[in-house]
């Protein structure tokens, strides 16, 4: 095979035109890009919630902010509340920044866990700039430090928009299903695509973004999938939108219900609300029933009941084809990671991107990075199942009792010991958000890093008391996101 030429993204939604806009940006002087698919092909688009490292992307992108925002009708997110995780009534908060201040030998929620044992009254979340923003409703870029902060957005307007950036960078737009692929004999390697107009469009590297049908990564190469639904049993979820009955507020909502949970997104015109559920525990008419009836705003559009599958395919990159999105895996949107792993793979695809033609190494080491970075992604999100301490029902109860990946018992067991959270191999999540999550849901370590006891009792108490100052000082001085979103 001869140099990467003329790249075929199959496609479209979120995932084609992320990739298209970003080979675009990066690569466009130098290959053709194509983008096929069509419009009557409906995407899933069940979260329209997203973390801070997007940002990255946009960068690359050369967006500007405020534009991107009004286009998208976006909002700001600092964080994810959580409801009811650990038991009913209770809540916690998983901001993006750091919580507090940290030593180099020990974080933050260490000297929160010594100050406890001597009376500190304050949930962890009071020592969090971003949580306590949340919780006042308010946001600003003009403070320091700055708040760590996503966004909240609609999903088919940034296909939209990413859509115009890409054709202004020169991608070819091709509207059409794909009916039949031709496959070189030897080699194995994909030679072109049929649409049903009869037309053949011929390329040297397949970028597939079908979604779960995985056009060409499983229907045409027959790639394997790893099913993960003995740890992530939800394989289903109804999703709304409703009218906003109150200011939006900068975080995502999520809230544990009988056999599953519920988000809500708040945008600048709408509201986006969606049941995660096992069709195991609760029928598909019972969860539309127990959505329809925690909502906080009129519903504008019909409940749409979406089926999914949680896992990976056995590798993302075979021959010259390359899976982007729902076709090379999928987790649930708990953690709005969805999008974060579709740019990742993007951005991954363009440093290893073939230099003369595909070399086997690389493809090798482009599937163990993108094997590695979605399995911890998803220890991450069975962890908020596993330490639950509900009893109320068979779902709660069975998530408990059930086997877990060994990294993810050796981390519960390391935080149990002496709350000690780890970050391996510079994975996505860090200790401040492995933290969160165990502490939050209930869980309880048996001590803390003796390098807290540096301090002095007195000195503790002024290192809380001066934190939560200094987090209290911004948040008064700031504005209601609301006024923030209308000056931006």
């Not at 500007?64 to 916690?92: C, H, M, P, Q």
């Not at 090379?328 to 792993?341: A, N, Q, R, V």
């Not at 709660?396 to 059930?402: A, F, P, V």
Request: charged share 20%; with cysteine; glycine share 8%.
């Amino acid at each position: 095979m001869s140099r990467v030429r003329r790249v075929i993204i199959v496609g479209g939604g979120t995932a084609g035109w992320m990739a298209a806009s970003g080979l675009a940006k990066s690569l466009g002087a130098t290959i053709d890009i194509v983008r096929v698919g069509s419009d009557d092909i409906g995407t899933v688009g069940v979260g329209e919630a997203v973390i801070p490292l997007i940002k990255s992307f946009h960068a690359l992108l050369e967006l500007k902010e405020n534009e991107f925002l009004r286009a998208v009708n976006g909002t700001i997110k600092l964080g994810i509340e959580f409801e009811n995780w650990a038991r009913l009534g209770d809540s916690y908060f998983h901001p993006f920044g750091e919580t507090g201040v940290e030593a180099w030998a020990a974080q933050f929620h260490h000297y929160w866990l010594k100050a406890r044992r001597q009376g500190e009254m304050q949930a962890l979340r009071n020592f969090s700039l971003e949580a306590s923003m949340a919780q006042a409703g308010k946001f600003t870029l003009d403070s320091q430090p700055q708040p760590q902060y996503a966004y909240h957005f609609d999903a088919s307007l940034y296909a939209k928009f990413l859509r115009s950036l890409s054709e202004g960078q020169g991608v070819h737009r091709l509207e059409g299903k794909v009916v039949d692929v031709k496959v070189h004999g030897e080699t194995g390697f994909i030679q072109s695509i049929q649409l049903e107009s009869g037309e053949q469009i011929e390329g040297d590297l397949f970028i597939d973004c079908s979604g779960f049908r995985g056009l060409l990564i499983q229907q045409v190469l027959k790639t394997d999938w790893q099913d993960w639904s003995h740890w992530l049993r939800n394989n289903s979820a109804v999703a709304v939108q409703t009218e906003s009955v109150s200011p939006p507020a900068p975080y995502t909502r999520s809230t544990a219900r009988a056999s599953g949970w519920q988000w809500r997104i708040p945008l600048q015109n709408r509201v986006g609300n969606g049941l995660v559920y096992s069709s195991e525990y609760i029928s598909d008419d019972e969860a539309k029933k127990a959505l329809l009836g925690n909502l906080e705003g009129k519903p504008i559009n019909e409940p749409r009941i979406i089926k999914f599958r949680t896992g990976r395919r056995s590798q993302q990159w075979v021959r010259n084809c390359v899976a982007v999105g729902l076709s090379s895996g999928f987790l649930e949107p708990l953690e709005s990671t969805s999008i974060h792993l579709i740019q990742n793979s993007i951005l991954r695809l363009v440093r290893m991107f073939p230099a003369v033609e595909i070399d086997p190494v690389e493809v090798k080491q482009f599937n163990n990075e993108t094997t590695a970075e979605i399995e911890q992604i998803r220890d991450f999100i069975i962890l908020h199942y596993k330490i639950n301490q509900r009893s109320d029902s068979k779902y709660w109860i069975d998530c408990r009792e059930m086997a877990i990946p060994e990294p993810l018992a050796h981390k519960i067991a390391l935080f149990e010991s002496n709350a000690r959270a780890v970050r391996e191999n510079n994975e996505m999540f860090r200790e401040r958000s492995w933290a969160a999550v165990m502490l939050g849901q209930g869980l309880q370590p048996k001590g803390y890093h003796p390098f807290v006891d540096n301090l002095s009792d007195q000195q503790l108490r002024g290192l809380m008391a001066q934190v939560r100052t200094n987090v209290s000082r911004i948040v008064d001085a700031s504005p209601s996101h609301q006024e923030f979103l209308a000056r931006y």
